[in-house]
């Protein structure tokens, strides 16, 4: 089975967090965008400082590790209101 991966990048600090994986982009979307609303989380009161990236893909069959260069697929700003 396919899985996407993905990395949140912290622009003000200029990194990016521990990779995840999910098996849809709309699913890795949508937990970014729970984020917004976690008291916990730092996106609650920071979320224009976030941007979700893919960043490759895993084959969990075989563990093949395909890297891609990293894309935007969600806007902190877009979430954070």
Do not use: W
């Amino acid at each position: 089975m396919k899985q996407f991966m993905f990395s949140v990048r912290d622009i003000a600090v200029g990194t990016y967090d521990r990779p995840f994986t999910a098996p849809a982009i709309g699913l890795a979307v949508r937990a970014f965008g729970d984020e917004f609303n976690n008291e916990q989380s730092p996106m609650y009161k920071h979320g224009k400082d976030f941007d979700l990236f893919c960043i490759g893909e895993f084959n969990a069959e075989d563990g093949a590790l395909l890297p891609l260069t990293p894309y935007i697929v969600a806007r902190g700003a877009d979430y954070f209101v």
